[in-house]
């Protein structure tokens, strides 16, 4: 008799503690009241910017807090897949490295606390109109999944948010970074259309490109190969053979160029800055050929008076022209 009770004691007991565990997977707060969670950012560092693939490599933490009462008077560390927790994710990183171990502080009071450290590559969407005179934002946007507005309530911590002083990034100047709460908005791909909509936030940094190294490598070249161009128009108009050399020669460098510009710049749909200035400099490079040549089919007919004047008058409009030019190229 003292078995069978102690039997169905034991199976009370276990039920009872079975029926008062409680289910840590689902979210803190009930259907109606969203459950406010803070995100902050802060940056370690930004190694890379790539023109040709827009994105950058960042070195950066994100800090997730959230509280759930049901865990009040714990002091420890549990697995993130034990507990609920807002499904924090770096929407525009690329190949990102994943540096801490997925564990959750919790306090005593039922406060969570969740830090992980990425590495890698972030998407970043460059205009590059003004190029290499251009202003770019670097953003670092992360997103809670699965949970609409309704369910959370995002808010971005600026006081324990920002940067390390100063980057390893040596081609660009790098501001501080600012940050806000948003909706991001997806939509089905079936005619319904459907909107799904999921808080995020955004942390992101103004970067000034340095203009230093395009002005040495590309700007100062490119005047250099025009302005050799215009010695044809100190040649003997019967000097046939240096003329059209010296001008084919200005046209077939100024081409090259091009061709090492499309490897800094990836395959867009509009003109840069500098396309605008080489595409000038080709022109007035072909115009000294065309004048070259114009001379030359003057001196061969006998007015080789004229051809000489014409050659006076291009030693001043040609470098005038270049120098419009490059006002406009470093003004607008």
Known sequence: MNKILFLLLFIFSSFSAYS???NLSTRPD???????VSVSIYVIDIEYIDNLRQNFTADFMVVTRWKDERLKGENKTMKLDDLWWPNTAVLNGRDLSSLMPKRAQISEDGSILYRQRYYGKM??????????FDEQVLPFSVITLGNSPEQIELSFLHDFSGSIEKFSNADWDIGTGSGFVDVFKAYSSNKSHKEFSLPITHFSFNAKRHVFYYIWKVIIPLMVIVMMSWAAFYFEPEQIAPQIGLAATSILTLIAFLFSLGKILPPIAYLTKIDYYVY?????????FTEAVFTIKLSTKGNTLMAKKIDRYSRWIFPLIFLMILVLFVTI
């Open 20 to 22: 008062n565990e409680v």
């Open 30 to 36: 009930p259907e109606g009241i969203a459950t406010p």
């Open 123 to 132: 998407a970043c969407r460059l205009d590059l109109k003004n190029f290499p």
């Open 280 to 288: 000038s400099s080709l022109a007035l490079v072909f115009l000294a």
